[in-house]
C-alpha cells in the first residue's frame, strides 16, 4: 500500500468516526435542558426548564440524518462522496442555525413551554410574563456540533477522491459456456425439434 493510499483510507476513516460522533453528540444535545426560564410574580409557576427538544425541534432530524450520511459514506462511490460532503455542511449549517436562533432568541424558543405550563399563549404575553432566562452549556455545544460537522464536510470534499474504493462483495453473474460449447439458441432449439432430433442430448 502506498503512502497515498494509507493517507486516503485513514482520512476516509476518521471523517466517517467524526461525522457520526458529532451527529451522536448533537442528538444527546437534542435531550438536555437548554433553558431556565423564571416567570413573573403571580404567575401559575415561578420557573420552567426548557430542553433541546421544545428549543429547537428539529434538531433531532438533523442529527439522525447526520448518523445515517455518516453510515452511507462507508460504502459511498465519488460521486456519492461529493453529495454527502455537501449534504455534510448543509446539515451542520442547519445544526448551527437551530442553536443560534435559540442563543439569540431564548424567550421565543420557550414559548411552547411556558405555554404547557402557564396555559397563556402569544409571544407578547409570554415575554411580559418571562422576567429572566438562563442559558445551560448545550446550546452552545449544539453550535459548536453544527460548525464542526459543517467542517468535516468540507474535509470530505476535499480527500474525497483520495479514499479509497468500496469492496464489490456482490457481483453480476453471467452464465458462460463451458469448456467452449455455446449456449443452446432458442431458434435452434426448435429446428432441432422439427426435424425430429432430441435438442436436450
Known sequence: M???????KRSKYVLILASLLLSGLALMAWTQTWLDVELAPGSPTTAVTVDGA????ALAALAL???????????????????????NI????????????????????????VTDVTGIAGSDSIADLVSATSLTPWPVVALATGVLLAVVGVAILVTAQRWPSS????????????????????VDSWDDLTRGDDPTR
Do not use: H, Q
Open 65 to 87: 440524518a447526520g448518523l445515517a450520511l455518516g453510515a452511507a459514506l462507508a460504502i459511498a462511490g465519488l460521486l456519492f462522496r461529493i453529495l454527502l460532503g455537501v449534504l
Open 2 to 8: 502506498t503512502p497515498a493510499s494509507r493517507s486516503g
Open 54 to 57: 421544545v428549543a429547537a425541534p
Open 167 to 186: 469492496s464489490r462483495k456482490y457481483s453480476a453473474v453471467r452464465l458462460e459456456p463451458v469448456d467452449g460449447d455455446a449456449m443452446p439458441d432458442s
Open 90 to 113: 448543509v446539515l451542520g449549517g442547519c445544526i448551527a442555525l437551530s442553536a443560534v436562533l435559540v442563543l439569540n432568541g431564548p424567550v421565543a424558543a420557550s414559548e411552547a413551554a
